[in-house]
């Protein structure tokens, strides 16, 4: 099977914005994407291969569009939904229906037509390490917080920690899928991020958007506006990044190898650029420093926060993720180019020149 008819939920949201650059620059595909959103990808609305719903996917007014879009595609990739931990344990039940509710809609038009479904799992699936629960723990054993696809178990907290609400209904969904792939023979492929970072990612409060973002737009806030950048629980937590281009080459190569693709789970994320957020603090302010041209920023104010004074009750966090990317090695001859530094450098850059410029100018 050649992809050329591609059906894409969540086109205008991170991740879908960068895919869609890459698909219609391309060339060879058309899409078919639904968002509520136009802002990231206002460039492409008068793109001949692309038509564009700004709606939800289901609503009375284009659900048989939707139907109908599906039908005649030859995979559907699914990447909207709610993925901000701030929102996870204040408002659990929007985070729950859009993780898993609406994904449930989406698999059963897909199995109708037996359309392949690419979907966007997280991965926050695998909850905490196994190593985070020992006394003492110094993560000397691999084996202990390494996360493979197919072996690791999924470890999440009690249900009064709503942080797991996401995790938890993105696992379900998984399941889901899967069991509609033994089931039912539908194709799927699901794909497990590991914290992409660049360009586009999320919202700047009071400039393009209201609530508490992303570690990322948080540090990126903090160093507009002035204001102290805040480690939650001290900062200990560990992520490792992955660049965005990084990840849409990945899923650009499912749809070239849709025979290695189908019927896996894969985690796309970068081990090597696995860094504390307290260490991804200083690293994000030192090239703020070099952007702007300005050294005042290499001491700008990082402060410590609780978890539950930051997110509120409820809050429990990841404390580890290191991938085994393995398996996309293998079948899609992928693995991540771009290291730590570029990552930072060229996502702080995009942030300084959409928004520093002006406020420093302001200044
Ligand atoms: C996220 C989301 O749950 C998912 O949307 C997504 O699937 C997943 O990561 C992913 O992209 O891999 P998380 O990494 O915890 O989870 O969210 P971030 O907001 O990126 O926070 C990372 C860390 O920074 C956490 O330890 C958080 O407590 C901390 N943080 C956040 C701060 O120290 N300061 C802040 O201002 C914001």
Redesign the pocket.
Known sequence: MKVKNIVLLGCGGFIGSHLLDRLLADGGYNVVGWDFSADKIAGHLDNPKFRFYQSDAFSEGTAADLDNAVKHSDVVISLAAI???SR?NTEAIATINSNFTEVQKLAEVCAKYKTWMIHAS???VYGRTMASYLPDNSYDNPALYEQIEDETPLIMGPIQNQRWS??CA?QLSERLLHAYHVEQHMPITMFR????FGPRMDFIPGRTGDG?????A??VT?LLDGTP?????G?H?R?ALLYIDDAVDALERMLQMPQAAQNQTFNLGARQNEIS?RD??VMMRNAYADVSGNPAYRSHPIIEVS?LD??GKGYE??DR?VPNVAKARRLLGWEAKYGLEETINYTVRYFYDEFGRESAAAE
Not at 193 to 196: Q, S
Not at 212 to 216: E, F
Not at 229 to 233: A, I, N, Y
């Open positions: 993925c901000n931990p996870y997280t991965c926050e996401y995790a993105k991020p590991y914290n992409f508490v973002p992303r570690v990322l948080c540090f903090a950048m805040k480690l939650v629980d900062g937590a992520r957020i991804l603090a978890g930051f997110y966090d990841c993720r």
